[in-house]
């Protein structure tokens, strides 16, 4: 049964809890396959093995709704962009009015020794009361509305963690401050010493400022994929007659001519029709330099048209431009969870409720032996038992185990983005770090893909039929080869023979038939096939051409050998830099292609590749590839249809732009400027992003280790030390910010300009 994909907003999510409470309950319904959550983003895919209907998307917003959290359908990025903008903005103001009563109420608890007595209660303590229920009752209901929502599904977040802390916080102070007309209440109350009212209300403060910069944090990390999708214009000047009029983007056909003037962006892709221009394509592709267009050129959607009006022929409908594909492999990495992070998510959902029992112990403890465990402590057992589970509730919310992958991945796959690094499955991003080997196609990859054909040396009969009859096999090929062949044809103006029933011989060429005679154009080894017995000195001769880095492609006709064409294919600028600098990584290089070996050796000795794998047929690549991945992790680099299954073999596989679809559907990442270079780069993010991840990782885990011994006082009969509730507050929000603020120091990563220009 085909599945389909339902899309949710998600709101109130907080921390990796939520996230593992989301998917619980919706992976908990019938008919739902898969689910990933996205803290960041905020979004939600479901895999359902039923269609979409309003009945199911109901019943899976009923779900994420009943656990506590908010959902509605998806709206458009951009605008849920501004909504979150506004959100950010409220969250600011509830902050000021937190802080605004917490001070006095701290003021009060903790500097003012005595203000008198107000009836039978004490004045000081009462109005620290009247200050903190405020900051408690409004400013933290969403906490407690959500907690509770939680707690009724079984599962446990962040906002438990804040509720129950606040809330013990608040009874136990309150209690104390209404002590004289209470009572019922056990003497221990009355004469404690100790409230507070600052640690319920500093916690709440602390955790809003926290989820506050947090917010505004995350706005920053999906900036690279909003910057992307402003780039879409909603108009478009379409020509029609002598004139032009507006007309909606999204209205306009493939094939329509639109004028583009000097400083518009290019709406749709297209083909330039007439006009000569410069264009920045530095927002699709990171190339800092304009690129000069001339008709016939291809422009993209998303660049701009600097100098001059163009006109230009539409390609592609609004959601099938470049553009469109670039944003929607950004998001589909976005919502894809690496595994580290699936660990992380299983780690959090279970972590809250191991907190909570910790917690209770240690209160236990401290109540039942603190006169044991500190004599010399001025609180006594009851206060020090609520300190302690205050603090050690408050200081466990894994709101940073939580942000520390996503955050990193969002901020990562959108960098990548920005300079042309389109990054499709999220596992490759985590595996590109690891690469210990890269195996490179030749032609396409380390060459430019665009081979001429140099020499034509014939052996029987005349050009024209060796050439013709070349071009008619080739006719369906997309290989670079059979476009140099073509090429050759096209200038030379013959009229190409009707060849039939062509068959492809994978590696070695094609057959078909001509005038009830076969005809083949290929390789030393389809000729040996095909006639038997082969010119003597022609293998030597064909080697010698391979020697000079030229394919020497044979043509037969019946039991004639015709001749030959070379073809020469220029190496990329950046190739040799490339491979230097995969070297200085640490990383093997292999070049892997069906060339010959004189040809592939001298390619690999121009750009210093010292493992050379000649030879190979299509199918035998993938062979290669899974061999060299038994011992370490191994990027494919490639472009052609010859590449597709070695493309996904391997753990990383990288496409580029300009290749074949098969191809750039089989990879993982795909190179929208085909540069070698921008392949180092795409395994330089990876590795960069990873590295973010683990500090991340690193801070959250070890903020918890040293904050929750302290929190739980452990440490205390020997150093004295306990942290309060305020500080623990504080302590938690650092952490969820610290872990943000790191993920956003990528925004500043970029590929190396001296390898792009191809000098390392």
Excluded at 156 to 171: F, I, P, S
Excluded at 433 to 438: E, K, N
Aim: hydrophobic share 50%; glycine share 8%.
């Amino acid at each position: 049964m085909d599945k389909a994909t339902l899309q949710l907003s998600v709101t109130g999510m907080t921390c990796g809890a939520c996230v593992a409470s989301v998917e619980r309950v919706l992976n908990g319904l019938e008919g739902v396959a898969s689910v990933s959550v996205n803290l960041p983003l905020e979004k939600a895919v479901i895999t359902l093995d039923v269609p979409v209907n309003d009945i199911e998307r109901a019943r899976c917003m009923h779900a994420v709704e009943s656990a506590g959290f908010g959902a509605s359908e998806l709206l458009p990025p951009l605008q849920v962009r501004q909504d979150n903008e506004a959100q950010v903005s409220q969250q600011g103001g509830q902050v000021m009015l937190a802080f605004a009563l917490t001070v006095p109420v701290f003021i009060l608890s903790m500097l003012v020794d005595d203000l008198g007595t107000f009836g039978p209660f004490d004045t000081r303590l009462l109005l620290a009361m009247l200050a903190a229920l405020p900051v408690y009752g409004y400013c933290g209901a969403a906490f407690h509305r959500h907690a509770w929502a939680s707690l009724r599904k079984g599962t446990a977040n962040m906002d438990v963690l804040v509720h129950l802390g606040t809330t013990v916080a608040m009874v136990w102070s309150s209690l104390v401050t209404l002590s004289p007309v209470l009572s019922f209440l056990p003497a221990f109350v009355g004469h404690a010493d100790h409230v507070f009212f600052d640690g319920a209300a500093f916690i709440i403060a602390f955790v809003l400022l926290g989820n506050y910069l947090e917010a505004k944090a995350k706005l920053k990390a999906t900036d690279a994929v909003h910057a992307l999708m402003r780039l879409q214009p909603k108009e478009a000047w379409v020509v029609e007659g002598e004139g032009t009029v507006a007309v909606p983007v999204d209205a306009i056909a493939r094939g329509t001519l639109l004028k583009v003037r000097a400083g518009d962006t290019v709406p749709l892709d297209a083909v330039v029709e007439d006009g000569t221009a410069l264009m920045d394509e530095s927002m699709m592709t990171g190339e800092s330099f304009p690129v000069r267009k001339k008709a016939g050129d291809h422009v993209t959607a998303g660049t701009v048209v600097m100098d001059a009006t163009l006109f230009v022929r539409t390609t592609a409908l609004v959601g099938d431009t470049m553009l469109a594909k670039v944003i929607r492999l950004v998001d589909e990495a976005q919502m894809g969870k690496a595994p580290i992070q699936r660990l992380v998510d299983r780690i959090a959902g279970v972590f809250v409720p191991v907190v909570v029992g910790a917690a209770i112990v240690a209160s236990a403890v401290w109540w039942l032996m603190a006169d044991t465990l500190a004599p010399t402590s001025t609180m006594a057992g009851s206060e020090m038992a609520v300190m302690v589970l205050v603090s050690t509730l408050v200081i466990a919310c894994p709101c940073a185990l939580g942000l520390a992958t996503p955050t990193a991945l969002v901020v990562g796959t959108g960098r990548g983005a920005r300079f042309g690094l389109l990054i499709k499955g999220i596992e490759a991003l985590e595996q590109a770090h690891a690469t210990t080997t890269v195996v490179l196609d030749k032609t396409g990859t380390v060459t430019a893909g665009s081979p001429r054909v140099s020499h034509i040396e014939l052996l029987d009969g005349d050009v024209e039929e060796l050439v013709c009859l070349a071009s008619a096999l080739e006719a369906e090929s997309t290989h670079p080869i059979a476009e140099a062949v073509h090429t050759s044809w096209t200038n030379m103006g013959y009229a190409r023979p009707d060849v039939k029933d062509v068959q492809t011989f994978p590696g070695m060429g094609l057959v078909g038939s001509f005038e009830g005679e076969a005809v083949a154009v290929g390789n030393l080894e389809l000729m040996e096939v095909r006639l038997g017995e082969l010119p003597e000195g022609l293998e030597e001769k064909v080697a010698n051409r391979a020697r000079r880095g030229v394919t020497v492609v044979l043509v037969a006709n019946g039991q004639r050998l015709l001749g030959w064409l070379e073809i020469s294919d220029r190496i990329r600028e950046t190739s040799a830099a490339a491979v230097k600098r995969l070297k200085q990584l640490g990383i093997e290089v292999v070049m892997l292609t069906g060339d010959r070996e004189e040809v592939a050796q001298t390619v690999a000795d121009t750009v210093g590749i010292t493992n050379v794998v000649a030879g190979v047929k299509p199918d035998e690549k993938a062979e290669h590839v899974r061999r060299l991945q038994e011992n370490g992790v191994v990027a494919m680099i490639g472009d052609g249809i010859n590449d597709a299954a070695a493309l996904s073999v391997a753990k990383v596989g990288i496409a580029m732009g300009a290749g074949s679809e098969i191809a750039l559907e089989s990879a993982d990442i795909v190179l929208v400027r085909n540069d070698l270079a921008d392949a180092v780069a795409a395994l330089e993010l990876g590795r960069a992003t990873m590295a973010r991840i683990r500090t991340n990782l690193a801070w959250a885990f070890g903020y918890n280790l040293i904050g929750l011994p302290l929190a739980m006082g452990v440490l205390f009969p020997w150093t004295g030390w306990l942290l309060p509730p305020a500080f623990a507050a504080a302590a938690m929000s650092l952490s969820s910010v610290s872990v943000v603020s790191n993920s956003l120091l990528l925004r500043w990563w970029q590929p190396s300009a001296k390898l792009r220009s191809g000098d390392v």
